[in-house]
């Protein structure tokens, strides 16, 4: 699962999800385009979709053991594809960071111009993209981030705690007219930094509203089958509460299959992530899942396009700077029915 430090999390620059998926990060006029009169002839380009000077990137992600890895890897692929100019040099992927560690030295040596790493473990990995930096090639690093800014040109990725915010902030909006309301919350592995950062921002969400008290909190293990023992574990402590935050949406599914055994309707569910199976659930609107949080695996398209304009030597559409930025932290939206069509095309299996 996607990992983030407290300090990342709250560094840099928000964009939506939907502005990343559409690429509306990096597309603009050139400096080959007509200027209006009056412009300075000194504008910077910016990256848009037309042919330019050819770029190959190197991309090193960890195995994909988990629908929003496997996403990532997919992102990163189909975005490539869309440039005539760029060649993507992927590696098979690995949980092991000695493994992913000689992939990412294979693609140094082979003098790729821009790396995109994942990097199973940030910390391990920094080594290697100190070693990139220092041989020439910019890296874009993708949500886990290095233990040193100096291991990368861009860092783009997720914002845990704004995860965490954005869902008790809908909970709350959702309950504020009740008296007494009373949440609980099935949170992920309990050892990651994510997760701390996920309640985190929950819990200061909720205190807001002083009328929601949080009743029980378990940590599931971001599996099918985790999320159904918890939950029932759960649901056995609770007998009735209002609301209910689930961090992930694959634990979801297992979830989901608890509540239905146990006959419950009496709450409302929100999610986290954005997989198409939970977009589903909140589009049938027949379980008690009536939103999930965004936790965008489209970054990775975003990463392509990012690295391309390094590459390239180019800036970013929008932006008065001649370079693209050293963060961007990516925006947690809140899907529901009344916007799930806006998103259903970023769902992941």
Not at 33 to 39: V, Y
Not at 303 to 310: F, G, N
Not at 315 to 326: C, D, K, L, Q, T
């Amino acid at each position: 699962m996607p990992e983030i430090s407290a300090f990342a999390s709250r560094r840099g620059l928000l964009f939506g999800a939907a502005a990343l998926s559409t690429g509306a990060l990096v597309t603009g006029c050139t400096s080959n385009e007509a200027k209006d009169e009056g412009s300075d002839d000194k504008d910077q380009p910016v990256a848009d979709d037309k042919p330019g000077k050819k770029v190959t990137i190197g991309f090193a992600g960890p195995q994909a053991d988990h629908g929003w890895l496997n996403a990532i890897n997919d992102n990163a692929k189909e975005r490539a594809k869309k440039y005539s100019d760029v060649t993507l040099e992927s590696t098979e992927g690995s949980n092991d960071t000695a493994a992913q560690i000689g992939q990412v030295e294979t693609l140094i040596n082979k003098k790729v111009d821009v790396l995109v790493i994942l990097p199973a473990d940030g910390k391990a990995l920094t080594q290697v993209g100190l070693k990139a930096m220092k041989a020439g090639i910019p890296v874009v690093n993708l949500d886990r981030v290095f233990a040193s800014p100096q291991a990368y040109r861009c860092w783009i990725g997720g914002d845990n705690y704004g995860m965490g915010l954005s869902a008790g902030h809908y909970i709350g909006e959702k309950l504020k007219g009740k008296k007494s309301a009373k949440v609980v919350e099935l949170a992920g592995l309990d050892n990651l930094e994510l997760t701390k950062q996920r309640s985190k921002g929950f819990d200061d969400a909720l205190k807001n509203y002083s009328n929601i008290e949080k009743v029980a909190r378990q940590a599931a293990e971001f599996t099918v089958e985790s999320g159904q023992q918890k939950m029932s574990q759960l649901l056995q402590a609770q007998k009735n509460f209002d609301a209910l935050w689930n961090h992930d949406d694959d634990q979801g599914v297992g979830a989901l299959r608890a509540i239905k055994q146990a006959g419950r309707d009496d709450f409302l569910m929100v999610g986290g992530a954005g997989a198409l199976s939970a977009f589903q659930a909140i589009e049938s609107d027949d379980s008690v899942l009536k939103a999930t949080v965004l936790y965008p695996p489209t970054m990775a398209a975003s990463a392509i396009d990012l690295a391309r304009a390094l590459g390239q030597g180019k800036g970013v559409s929008g932006m008065a700077e001649f370079e693209i930025p050293a963060f961007i932290t990516l925006y947690s939206a809140v899907v529901d029915k009344e916007n799930l069509s806006k998103y259903m095309s970023t769902g992941f299996k």
